[in-house]
C-alpha cells in the first residue's frame, strides 16, 4: 500500500523559512516522479515543485523559483521542499503526490497517490 505523509507546517512571519518532509512508503519511488502541490481557501490546487527520482531533475513554478528548493533523500525514501523567503500569499495546504509518468510533471491529472497534506501559514 502506497503511502505518503507530509510533515513540517506550521505558522511562520513573511520572510522566513519551513521545510516541509515527505515520508514515501508502498513504492520504488525511484521509478516515479514526486510533486508538491497547494490549495489555498478559494482557489485551484497549483503546482509548485517536482523532481524525476530517478535523475534529480527538478521543476518549480515560475511564483516560487529561487525562493523553494525540492530534494530527496534516497536512503530515507523521503521527499522534501525548503520553503525560504515565504510570503502571504504562499499560504496553503501543501500536498505531496507521486506520479509512474515523467510527462506532465506540472499537471495534478497524473499523479496517482496523494499525502493528506500539510497547512503553511504565512503571516504579513
Known amino acids: 500500500q502506497v503511502q505518503l505523509v507530509e510533515s513540517g507546517g506550521g505558522l511562520v512571519q513573511a520572510g522566513g523559512s519551513l521545510r516541509l518532509s515527505c515520508a514515501a512508503s508502498?513504492?520504488?519511488?525511484?521509478?516515479?516522479?514526486m510533486g508538491w502541490f497547494r490549495q489555498a481557501p478559494g482557489k485551484e490546487r497549483e503546482f509548485v515543485a517536482a523532481?524525476?527520482?530517478?535523475?534529480?531533475?527538478?521543476a518549480y513554478a515560475e511564483s516560487v523559483k529561487g525562493r523553494f528548493t525540492i530534494s530527496k533523500d534516497n536512503a530515507k525514501n523521503t521527499v522534501y521542499l525548503q520553503m525560504n523567503s515565504l510570503k502571504p500569499e504562499d499560504t496553503a495546504v501543501y500536498y505531496c503526490?507521486?506520479?509512474?509518468?515523467?510527462?506532465?510533471?506540472?499537471?495534478?491529472?497524473?499523479?496517482?497517490?496523494w499525502g493528506r497534506g500539510a497547512q503553511v501559514t504565512v503571516s504579513s
Open positions: 503526490a507521486s506520479s509512474p509518468s515523467n510527462s506532465a510533471i506540472r499537471s495534478d491529472r497524473l499523479y496517482d497517490y
Open positions: 523532481i524525476i527520482w530517478s535523475f534529480g531533475v527538478t
Open positions: 508502498g513504492r520504488t519511488f525511484s521509478r516515479y516522479v
